[in-house]
């Protein structure tokens, strides 16, 4: 997957424009209830067992304050409840974006 044109945030919003001129928007809200970290969906042991992620699942009120590239394939958030440990990948923003309301 191609690395956006652009991302930013402006406003509420962390703003995405692809490759193919798809432009996304999504809200703090969105991208916290969606965080790929550990603690937020689990970890999968060598058995395939799922271990934790079972927090809450809703982040009323959170906003992204900061995000910083991974080289050219992920970026991370920092967002407003202090959470910083999801990476999210260009490929998994863009299939999320399929939820976007």
Do not use: C
């Amino acid at each position: 997957m191609l690395a956006p044109k652009d991302i930013q945030i402006v406003g509420q919003f962390v703003a995405i424009t692809w490759p193919d001129a798809v432009e996304h928007f999504y809200t703090g809200e969105f991208l916290r209830e969606r965080s790929p970290s550990a603690e937020n969906m689990g970890e999968v042991d060598i058995l395939g067992q799922r271990w934790g992620g079972d927090g809450p699942r809703q982040f009323p009120g959170v906003t992204v304050l900061s995000l910083t590239r991974i080289g050219n394939y992920a970026v991370t958030f920092e967002f407003s409840d202090g959470h910083k440990t999801g990476i999210y990948s260009w490929e998994y923003l863009r299939r999320i974006a399929e939820d976007l309301k």
